[in-house]
């Protein structure tokens, strides 16, 4: 079983960058994911979440309006689009796997990814 993310970059504020989480070993659309995450010296932090119905939560007010999460089922993926990106978004993202119910804490999910690099700066 595994998420491996990808996407991230170095992007020029005001830009957009897709995430991808992709999954391997299991059917991706029957379980929750979330996307997280750490800037440096900080707690990793729920950026959203999108639960096996396909619906989707932002959690992180400062992102909502500008971040969204979809799915690919034929490419068992699901996306975090970030658009009209901030310096302040800069951290590690990282897509997480779990059952049930969405979920902002990071503790509530067994399964990581790797994450990957997002730094927004001009």
């Known amino acids: 079983l595994q998420l491996v993310e990808s996407g991230g970059g170095l992007v020029q504020p005001g830009g957009s960058l897709r995430l991808s989480c992709e999954a391997s070993g299991f059917t991706l659309r029957y379980y929750t994911i979330g996307w997280f995450r750490q800037a440096p010296g900080k707690e990793r932090e729920g950026v959203g979440c999108?639960?096996?119905?396909?619906?989707?939560?932002i959690y992180i007010d400062s992102v909502k309006g500008r971040f969204t999460i979809s799915r690919d089922n034929a490419k068992n993926t699901v996306y975090l689009q970030m658009n009209v990106l901030k310096d302040e978004d800069t951290a590690v993202y990282y897509c997480?796997?779990?059952?049930?119910?969405?979920?902002?804490?990071?503790?509530?999910?067994?399964?990581w990814g790797q994450g990957t690099q997002v730094t927004v700066s001009s």
């Open positions: 997480a796997r779990k059952d049930v119910t969405c979920s902002p804490f990071a503790t509530d999910f067994p399964s």
């Open positions: 999108m639960g096996s119905s396909g619906g989707f939560t």
